[in-house]
């Protein structure tokens, strides 16, 4: 009997042991939870110092840097700094930064290819620095229309939605030249091309220059055009890269014929202004497009107003 009582005391003491054993250990669950395995951390730094005070730009000549310039003013940014550079790197930029879940603040525009790619969001602009959403223009050099009717009637009648340039974007994203990306999207829209050539006469040969800056929305649209005023009227088209001031110099001068490439009313508003009465605006052949700062949506931030504050 004793020794039975003496067992059973021992086998007590040790479940005891083994008890308070499991007690001081976490569970693999909980080892492995954030919660278990984060270290006391500082507060979190500044959205500035994350991003070392700059926001990614673009070309230097872009009204979208001429505005984004005039936020850091209106916001009273004095410490940041916007970065010029190409709409190329800006989204090289973005994506090696995207990759890695680092915040990155960039100038962007709707529509582009990033926002299908990642998930990003604008950041709220309560000064309106960046205006209401803008539209795509058609501008002609004067004089087009009576020395290349068939053009000038194709170019008033093109028209097109986000949507349908973002399939051309993609496409060039995903590694397809822009005049192959051009050619597939006419193909698969062949009832919307016939409606912009429909009883227009074709101009075998005649030569024209259509201008355009080296952004992604603005290659999809001029290669399409480029593409039905070629294959359904005959023209033979040269495409001149430029930056803006060019561009709408080069349609001032008579030195291109057309460029699809005009942001209204804000982004180039300056130009428009400076070369009024020597072109002729054909409206918008796109509605919708917006402008603005833009951040990973993993970026605790919202507004404009948050890179001084917060």
């Not at 070629?230 to 930056?243: C, I, S």
Request: hydrophobic share 40%.
């Amino acid at each position: 009997m004793w020794k039975y009582k003496t067992k059973s005391v021992v086998l007590a003491s040790l479940t005891g042991l083994f008890l308070l054993a499991g007690c001081s250990q976490s569970s693999p669950e909980a080892a492995s939870s954030p919660a278990a395995s984060a270290a006391p951390t500082a507060a979190a730094e500044p959205v500035g110092k994350q991003v070392n005070y700059q926001i990614i730009g673009i070309d230097p000549g872009a009204g979208l840097m001429k505005q984004t310039t005039q936020a850091l003013k209106d916001y009273e940014l004095t410490d940041w700094k916007l970065v010029e550079g190409s709409s190329a790197a800006m989204a090289a930029a973005l994506d090696k930064a995207y990759k890695n879940k680092k915040p990155i603040i960039v100038t962007g525009w709707t529509p582009h290819w990033m926002f299908a790619k990642y998930e990003l969001k604008y950041l709220q602009d309560p000064k309106g620095v960046y205006g209401k959403d803008e539209q795509i223009h058609t501008i002609v050099r004067n004089g087009l229309k009576e020395d290349s009717p068939s053009a000038y009637e194709m170019l008033n009648r093109f028209e097109w939605t986000p949507d349908e340039m973002a399939v051309v974007m993609s496409a060039v994203t995903d590694g397809k030249k822009p005049e192959e990306a051009a050619a597939a999207w006419v193909k698969d829209n062949a009832a919307k091309v016939d409606a912009w050539v429909k009883d227009l006469k074709e101009e075998k040969g005649k030569k024209l220059k259509l201008a355009y800056v080296a952004w992604d929305s603005e290659i999809a649209s001029t290669n399409v055009v480029k593409a039905v005023l070629e294959e359904r009227l005959g023209y033979k088209v040269e495409m001149l890269q430029v930056e803006a001031g060019p561009m709408w110099a080069g349609i001032a001068d008579g030195s291109a014929d057309a460029i699809v490439a005009a942001w209204l009313p804000t982004t180039h508003k300056d130009y428009f202004d400076k070369y009024k009465g020597k072109f002729e605006d054909l409206g918008p052949n796109l509605n919708g497009t917006k402008l603005g700062l833009v951040v990973p949506t993993y970026m605790n931030i919202d507004s404009i107003e948050d890179l001084k504050t917060k």
